[in-house]
């Protein structure tokens, strides 16, 4: 993972913008895999760990209407943690991550592995589905890995 948030932060260093992140599922590990390589201090400011609902709404104004009506673990809630995270970080470029890492917590419609990676970014928003496999570690670990590939690939 460190290499791949080594290209990032050179990346965001080389065309001098920032990042954010709204973690739920990840609970902080994309946030302290880039504070791992030096220089990310000049490219990030803000982590934000949404685990909660509650957190979600208060910390990044993720719709209430959303949560109950999709829930915690959608494409919509990903990309409102997404715009969420940049509009009140001010970063160019915002990674959501909500997801079911297990081992319970699955349902036929969303299983364990379960995992949406949302982004913003000054052209628009998106989020991106993901179905890992593992125990909670490695389905965490692999959001991590994919979040931040994503951020690579969807600078502006």
Known sequence: MNTVAQVLVENLLAQGKTISFAESCTGGMISETLVN???ASEVFG???V??????KIRLIGVSENVLLTHGAVSEETAVLMAKGAREVSGADIAISATGIAGPGGGTPLKP???VYIGVATCKKAEAFRFIFSGDRREVREQTVQKA?????????
Not at 50 to 55: F, G, H, I, K, V
Not at 148 to 156: F, H, M, R, Y
Request: overall charge negative; glycine content about 12%.
């Open 50 to 55: 949404t685990y909660s609902n509650e957190a």
């Open 37 to 39: 390589i030096p220089g």
């Open 46 to 48: 803000y982590g934000f």
């Open 148 to 156: 931040l590939q994503i951020a690579i690939d969807k600078l502006c």
């Open 112 to 114: 364990v592995g379960l």
